[in-house]
């Protein structure tokens, strides 16, 4: 393959490509931005939703020990 042939390596690297190659670049980091993003979002969910559960089971746990005495409340 000679220089600038289709898959051929280019001098200087990336930073020498051309419109195609820096439009696909940019194209790329911005899907991987935002699979990042909603993978951020989905342990944002699961946290909130475990946090709600530790609530639950921290009112439980009130409730049990004021039944039985064990808290002067």
């Known amino acids: 393959m000679t220089e600038g042939s289709t898959g ?3 001098a200087g690297g990336v930073q020498s490509g051309d419109a195609w190659t820096k439009k696909e670049s940019a194209e790329e980091n911005l899907y991987v931005k935002r ?5 951020l979002l989905a342990l944002k969910e699961k946290l909130k939703q ?3 559960h530790l609530d639950e089971l921290d009112a439980h746990i009130d409730e049990l020990t004021k ?7």
């Not at 699979?35 to 993978?39: A, P, V």
């Not at 039944?67 to 409340?73: V, Y």
């Open 35 to 39: 699979k990042e993003t909603e993978k």
């Open 50 to 52: 475990q946090r709600a």
């Open 67 to 73: 039944n039985q005495g064990g808290e002067q409340n």
């Open 8 to 10: 051929a390596p280019r």
